[in-house]
């Protein structure tokens, strides 16, 4: 009995600007694993014979593939903007069929070096793109990018049901004199090794872990992604941060799954950071944990003193009460 028939493997072109020999060996590498993993790629540097007409290859590849990769640096920026040698010629080929269909998906910028800005030419500014900076590159992101190739998209978790909201109307109660005390059962946390907040700890601490989303763990083993065990960190209480804030260390150490960049003002200057879809949760504490939760990653956060700022994200939802002469803070959500 015959099966259905194999649907046909998706082709991609891999449009990149030559340079250094390490550069064009990592678009090698590339192109290399992609076809390891099904997707037939054209590359010149197999599929372009001495002699052959570039101009007519480059149109040709990107015309009769599903996919078109760009390889994105400053020199290919420039070089599409400015449009200079093949990757001008390209820019144009991109360009007609971008004006022919502004929403088609075909044109996948992967960055390579420099930053989101600076590396993408103008016409590739409002595509969503794969990051692959790193030594070595984040698996996460380029599993998103061959999941893209083959139509296989990272999937949501199953919607849940309605929640039982409740049909009382709660009263709002005025403003008092006096503080209102929680209903909850607050939750001590002490500070570790009762160490005076002046010391080694900055200011008030608890214990956290982060690790990915709960969606985009699931997603990711049901494809054979591995990941770390979580580990405690201590975090700051810090009311003067917008959001919550991980060491990029240890976002890379958790291999977080980045969704994007951001820049964050402190310590007097501008901070490129990336941004996650994460979970945080609050170990033997009864706060309850947040999944999914966007967190962004910042240099200035180094270990060992505190790995993580707990921002007005999450302390907007807590009552929070100091006190000095234990060393202790209590936290009711």
């Known amino acids: 009995m015959s099966g259905a028939p194999l649907a046909a493997p998706p ?10 020999d390490s550069h064009e060996d990592w ?9 390891e993993d099904g997707v037939r790629i054209i590359l010149d540097q197999w599929d372009l014979a001495l002699g052959s007409d570039q101009c007519s290859f480059m149109e040709r590849s990107i015309e009769q593939s599903d996919f078109v990769i760009v390889i994105c640096t400053p020199e290919y920026a420039q070089r599409a903007n400015n449009r200079e040698g093949g990757v001008g010629f390209e820019t144009s080929v991109i360009t007609g069929a971008l004006a022919a269909q502004i929403e088609t998906h075909k044109f996948i910028p992967v960055l390579r070096s420099g930053d989101w800005i600076s590396s993408l030419p103008t016409y590739l500014r409002s595509k969503h793109g794969a990051d692959l900076r790193d ?19 990272l999937q949501p978790p199953p919607l849940g049901p309605k929640p039982a909201f409740s049909s009382i109307r709660t009263r709002i109660l005025a403003p008092t004199s006096q503080p209102v005390e929680s209903r909850k059962s607050p939750t001590d946390v002490p500070q570790h090794d009762n160490e ?8 008030p601490t608890i214990d956290v872990v982060v690790t990915n989303s709960s969606g985009v763990i699931e997603a990711g083993r ?26 990029k260390t240890f976002a890379k150490y958790c291999k977080l799954l980045q969704t994007g960049e951001t820049e964050l003002r402190a310590l007097g200057s ?19 944990p947040y999944d999914p939760i966007r967190l962004v990653s910042a240099d200035f956060i180094r270990e060992p ?3 993580c700022l707990i921002g007005q994200d999450i302390l907007r939802n807590w009552t929070i009460t100091f006190d000095g002469r234990s060393r202790r803070v209590t936290i009711a959500d």
Not at 27 to 35: D, E, G, I, S, Y
Not at 196 to 203: E, F, L, Q
Not at 229 to 245: C, N, R, Y
Request: include cysteine; charged fraction near 20%; charge should be positive.
């Open 11 to 20: 082709q991609a072109f891999l449009s990149y600007t030559r340079g250094s």
């Open 27 to 35: 678009v090698f590498n590339l192109a290399t694993r992609l076809r």
């Open 135 to 153: 030594e070595p590159y984040s698996e996460i992101q380029y599993l998103k990018l061959a999941r893209t190739l083959h139509g296989e998209p």
């Open 196 to 203: 005076a907040w002046g010391r080694s700890d900055p200011g």
């Open 222 to 247: 049901a494809v054979g992604h591995e990941y770390p065990e979580p580990v405690k960190m201590k975090a700051l209480l810090d009311t003067g941060a917008s959001i919550t804030v991980i060491s």
């Open 270 to 288: 501008l901070h490129k950071c990336g941004e996650y879809a994460g979970a945080i949760s609050f170990p033997g504490t009864n706060l309850r």
């Open 305 to 307: 003193n505190f790995a």
